[in-house]
């Protein structure tokens, strides 16, 4: 990239960190330091700002630039991460929005725990919560890491390095010095970003055929060195019974990952009543899906545009796809609108990593502080504010997140999230579901069911081809995989849920019909919620 390119994306990226600190700064001054306040912003948010914020939570740099990618490298294959994306929402809207908004009060772990015993069913939850962030949180730090890369031509791992520790120091002052009221408007002005910068995209891309979408499509497949294969399923998920069960994996993890994201479901906290949560949910969807099938027609048009070759030469994983596609529709590497375009992009790839990892380090350090800490903690011992826990959890979650970014920066972001998501579903949406419409449901069930989908998830992932046997794995160079699969969701959530059931039928206290009721009044009424 040209110094013009490098400059100008520099500087509005720079306005964007100055503008959000000094909402941070703001927001400060006028904090009352209460729990309320630092996790949920004092419940003040409108339904719009709220699901603006739950938007740009969602639309992360996975979905601006590894889905993309995906879909220009493998076509029909990667759109699936699109749909799976999208389709998630109405299970959070259906199940799990107005219900958890009913019954809890900071994280999953208050939904749950709403009518078992507190501390093991806090320390469960919690450590999943946790285990879910941290994995988002690499796939955060990867893509500022490739964004980075290309930014500055592809030259230095020194650059690539201060770049993941300084998106890493930015968050952990966003979540320290603002909490959620910060980390909620920081969401809301990147995701006003993010859809306007998305959209003119779309429209150069559609403008460039003359709307004429199956000439896109038919270039893309010319351009991408697969043919007419690249329209249609099996060239990522295709061929051997292992790549279709891989497929399969993933869908349910996108579906059913999203219900159990931390980041996510503490976001409807923020509303004052269930009702406003529901419609924070309406709100999102709409703006989601328009997103989602944007980045279906970035994928197809950085394939068409730019070839399928050329955006596997600059990214292997095919993170670069769009800001090279932004490049093209500008007029191209040495012409002023490419310039600017490119900048715009970058900048707002940016914007997007920033805010996400805020929303997911808030969401992570409450789960520590709100859950493990409240439970762990001795009766006798020096007793610390949990809002001072929170801050300092964020600070070491964060730390954490940037050496496992800087190990796993050669993977697609969109994929990494895949494999959060099935962590996900398989460790929290079963607890989840089963706290809120199993009557017979106890607290060995909700234990077992969390740590019996948690364990073998963290395992599966270990022992696959992601982490070594494969040239694209985080140890290429060794090989201990024994589970086929990248994806391990087609196995680990059916044991979530067959954990918890094993754990309730077994469990040698009867379940406590009396906080059922009281709960089920709760979430289905809003009688007694916070």
Same mark, same amino acid.
């Given at each position: 990239?040209?110094?013009?390119h490098?400059?100008?994306?520099?500087?509005?990226?720079s306005?964007?960190v100055?503008?959000t600190?000094?909402?941070?700064?703001?927001v400060?001054?006028?904090?009352?330091?209460?729990?309320?306040?630092?996790?949920?912003?004092g419940?003040?948010?409108?339904?719009m700002e709220?699901?603006?914020?739950?938007?740009?939570?969602y639309?992360?740099?996975?979905?601006?630039?590894g889905?993309?990618?995906?879909?220009a490298?493998?076509?029909y294959d990667?759109?699936l991460?699109?749909?799976?994306?999208?389709v998630?929402?109405?299970? =959070?809207? !259906?199940? *799990?929005?107005e &219900? #958890?908004r009913?019954? @809890?009060?900071?994280?999953?772990?208050?939904?749950? /725990? $709403?009518?078992m015993?507190?501390?093991?069913?806090?320390?469960?939850?919690?450590?999943s919560?946790?285990?879910?962030?941290?994995?988002?949180?690499v796939?955060?730090m990867?893509?500022a890491?490739?964004?980075?890369?290309l930014?500055?031509?592809?030259?230095?791992?020194?650059?690539?390095t201060?770049?993941?520790v300084?998106?890493?120091?930015?968050?952990?002052?966003?979540?320290t010095?603002?909490?959620m009221?910060?980390t909620t408007?920081?969401?809301?002005?990147?995701?006003?970003?993010?859809?306007a910068?998305? =959209?003119a !995209?779309? *429209?150069?891309? &559609? #403008?460039r055929?003359? @709307?004429d979408v199956?000439?896109l499509?038919t270039? /893309? $497949?010319?351009?991408?060195?697969?043919?007419?294969?690249?329209?249609?399923?099996?060239?990522?998920?295709?061929?051997?019974?292992?790549a279709?069960?891989?497929?399969?994996?993933?869908g349910?993890?996108l579906?059913?990952?999203t219900?159990g994201?931390p980041h996510?479901?503490?976001?409807?906290?923020?509303?004052?009543?269930?009702?406003?949560?529901?419609?924070?949910?309406?709100?999102?969807?709409?703006?989601?899906g328009?997103?989602?099938?944007?980045t279906?027609?970035?994928?197809?048009?950085?394939?068409a545009?730019?070839?399928?070759d050329e955006?596997?030469?600059?990214?292997a994983? @095919?993170?670069?796809a769009?800001?090279l596609l932004?490049l093209?529709?500008?007029?191209?590497?040495?012409?002023t609108?490419?310039?600017?375009?490119?900048?715009?992009?970058?900048?707002v790839?940016?914007?997007?990593?920033?805010?996400v990892?805020a929303?997911?380090?808030?969401?992570?350090?409450?789960?520590?502080?709100?859950?493990?800490?409240?439970?762990l903690?001795?009766?006798?011992?020096?007793?610390?504010?949990e809002?001072t826990?929170?801050?300092?959890s964020?600070?070491?979650i964060?730390?954490?997140a940037i050496?496992?970014?800087l190990?796993?920066?050669d993977?697609?972001v969109?994929?990494?999230?895949g494999l959060?998501f099935?962590v996900?579903?398989?460790?929290?949406?079963?607890?989840l579901?089963?706290?809120?419409?199993w009557?017979?449901?106890?607290?060995r069930g909700?234990?077992?069911?969390?740590?019996?989908?948690?364990v073998?998830?963290?395992?599966?992932?270990?022992l696959?081809?992601?982490?070594?046997?494969s040239?694209?794995?985080?140890?290429p160079?060794?090989?201990?995989?024994?589970f086929?699969?990248?994806n391990?969701?087609?196995?680990s959530?059916?044991?979530?849920?067959?954990?918890?059931?094993?754990g309730?039928v077994t469990?040698p206290?009867?379940?406590?019909?009396?906080?059922h009721?009281?709960?089920?009044v709760?979430?289905?009424?809003g009688?007694?919620?916070v």
């Amino acid at each position: 990239m040209t110094g013009d390119h490098q400059t100008l994306a520099l500087v509005l990226f720079s306005v964007f960190v100055a503008v959000t600190l000094a909402i941070t700064t703001w927001v400060s001054r006028d904090r009352h330091g209460s729990a309320e306040e630092f996790y949920a912003g004092g419940r003040l948010f409108s339904p719009m700002e709220n699901g603006f914020a739950i938007a740009g939570d969602y639309m992360s740099a996975a979905s601006f630039l590894g889905i993309s990618g995906l879909i220009a490298l493998y076509g029909y294959d990667g759109m699936l991460y699109s749909v799976g994306f999208l389709v998630a929402w109405l299970v =959070v809207l !259906l199940l *799990v929005a107005e &219900l #958890v908004r009913n019954c @809890g009060r900071f994280t999953l772990a208050d939904v749950v /725990a $709403a009518r078992m015993a507190e501390r093991p069913v806090r320390i469960a939850a919690g450590t999943s919560s946790v285990a879910v962030s941290v994995l988002y949180l690499v796939a955060q730090m990867v893509g500022a890491g490739s964004l980075v890369a290309l930014l500055l031509g592809g030259t230095g791992e020194a650059a690539r390095t201060w770049t993941v520790v300084g998106v890493g120091a930015l968050m952990v002052i966003y979540v320290t010095l603002g909490g959620m009221r910060a980390t909620t408007w920081i969401q809301i002005v990147k995701a006003v970003l993010l859809m306007a910068g998305t =959209v003119a !995209l779309t *429209v150069l891309v &559609l #403008v460039r055929f003359h @709307g004429d979408v199956n000439s896109l499509l038919t270039t /893309a $497949a010319e351009r991408s060195g697969h043919g007419d294969a690249f329209l249609g399923p099996g060239l990522r998920y295709g061929g051997d019974w292992t790549a279709r069960l891989d497929f399969i994996s993933l869908g349910l993890a996108l579906v059913l990952g999203t219900a159990g994201l931390p980041h996510i479901l503490s976001r409807f906290y923020t509303v004052p009543t269930a009702k406003a949560a529901r419609r924070s949910v309406v709100w999102s969807i709409g703006l989601i899906g328009g997103f989602y099938l944007m980045t279906i027609v970035l994928g197809f048009g950085a394939a068409a545009l730019i070839g399928s070759d050329e955006v596997r030469a600059s990214s292997a994983s @095919g993170n670069t796809a769009v800001p090279l596609l932004a490049l093209d529709l500008g007029g191209g590497a040495d012409s002023t609108g490419g310039t600017v375009l490119f900048a715009v992009v970058a900048a707002v790839a940016f914007a997007t990593i920033l805010a996400v990892v805020a929303g997911i380090t808030l969401a992570s350090s409450a789960s520590v502080a709100h859950d493990l800490y409240a439970s762990l903690r001795r009766p006798g011992g020096k007793q610390y504010r949990e809002v001072t826990v929170a801050r300092v959890s964020a600070a070491v979650i964060g730390a954490a997140a940037i050496g496992l970014g800087l190990l796993a920066r050669d993977l697609n972001v969109a994929f990494l999230v895949g494999l959060a998501f099935a962590v996900a579903a398989s460790a929290n949406l079963p607890v989840l579901l089963y706290s809120l419409f199993w009557r017979r449901f106890t607290t060995r069930g909700a234990v077992w069911s969390v740590y019996g989908g948690l364990v073998p998830a963290v395992l599966l992932v270990l022992l696959s081809p992601v982490v070594s046997g494969s040239p694209e794995a985080l140890f290429p160079g060794v090989d201990f995989h024994v589970f086929p699969l990248q994806n391990p969701g087609v196995v680990s959530i059916p044991l979530g849920f067959l954990a918890g059931w094993l754990g309730t039928v077994t469990s040698p206290e009867p379940p406590d019909e009396a906080r059922h009721a009281e709960t089920e009044v709760r979430a289905l009424t809003g009688a007694g919620a916070v």
